[in-house]
């Protein structure tokens, strides 16, 4: 076998890894649990070649997806579930109906329009989700409300944000940014309650709300919070890296400096951040 552009030829080493007797052992005893880690894996190792702006390990990135839709196809189609062909279908037939405005006959919409329009398609799409469940005997109470939709996998700030966004467009929202820092200030308090009672499942609980808060306020400002943390990761691992630069010019490692040494480095790297940002 050789490399290809095509698909098929993509579909067919994957059927190969998978037949029993003379395919790969690993590759055989998967299943979508196993897989699935892998799957979300993938997709950030996406994320992270667009932010580092690297064309080559983009494309092979991307690639790694394209083999995780395939190998989770072959699976289904080997369950008699579904096939590749069919996740085609779904996805253009999905891209055709929610672009009336591009393959049918909804012409010459304002973005608003646009934006209208793809809700309630959206919203007939999951009555008809729901249909095909209930069919199935996959009905879930739990996936008949507003929130339905919203992947559990999903990174947790990710998914605080549009659980939010979600109530908030029915009118469950706080006002104003102040009332969320308010919230903040409440947090904080119960946070400090469930320390003096010496419970770390009741102070971790509490550190939750105050991150759902947080999320809250940074959507009020307009921002994105799993995005303010990636900033936040960032500034974090280059000062960290500050002190290391700098123990090692005098031949000694972190383990080797004290705290208060270390703290002097980290303000030192944040000076010369704020001196560089203000030239």
């Known amino acids: 076998m050789k490399a290809s552009r095509d698909i098929d030829q ?15 052992p690993w590759d055989l005893d998967q299943n979508f649990a196993t897989i699935a880690p892998y799957t979300i894996e993938e997709a950030y ?3 992270d070649a667009i932010e580092r ?3 080559d390990d983009l494309q092979e990135e991307l690639g790694d997806v394209l083999l995780q839709v395939v190998f989770h196809a072959r699976m289904a189609e080997e369950a008699g579930e579904f096939a590749f062909e069919d996740v085609v279908e779904a996805i253009t037939g999905k891209l055709i109906r929610r672009h009336p405005h591009v393959f049918g006959s909804a012409r010459d919409l304002s973005p ?31 996936r008949a409300g507003l929130l339905d939709g919203i992947a559990r996998t999903l990174p ?9 966004r979600k109530a908030a ?30 419970d770390p499942s009741a102070v971790v609980e509490e550190v939750g709300d105050l991150i759902f808060a947080a999320v809250n306020l940074a959507r ?8 303010a943390l990636a ?48 030239d």
């Not at 646009?114 to 249909?131: F, G, M, P, S």
């Not at 029915?170 to 003096?196: P, S, T």
């Not at 700098?246 to 040494?261: H, I, P, V």
Request: hydrophobic residues 40%; negative net charge; contains cysteine.
């Open 10 to 24: 993509l579909l067919a080493i994957m059927a190969a890894l998978r037949t029993p007797g003379s395919g790969c």
């Open 220 to 227: 009020h400002a307009g921002g994105d919070a799993e995005v």
């Open 112 to 142: 608003d329009e646009v934006k209208t329009l793809w809700d309630r398609i959206k919203a007939e799409e999951k009555i008809e989700r729901r249909r095909r469940r209930e069919e199935r005997g996959l009905a879930d109470e739990g």
């Open 156 to 164: 947790a700030l990710t998914r605080a944000d549009k659980l939010q």
């Open 45 to 47: 190792e996406v994320a």
């Open 169 to 198: 467009g029915v009118g469950f929202d706080w006002l104003e940014a102040r009332e969320v820092v308010a919230k903040l200030r409440e947090e904080l308090d119960e946070i400090d309650a469930a320390l003096g009672m010496a």
């Open 231 to 278: 900033l936040t990761n960032a500034k974090f691992e280059r000062r960290f890296a500050y002190i290391e630069r700098q123990l090692a010019s005098t031949g000694r490692t972190t383990k080797e400096a004290s705290l208060d040494e270390m703290e002097d480095l980290w303000q030192e790297a944040k000076r010369d951040e704020k001196s560089a940002s203000s």
């Open 53 to 55: 702006g690297d064309m």
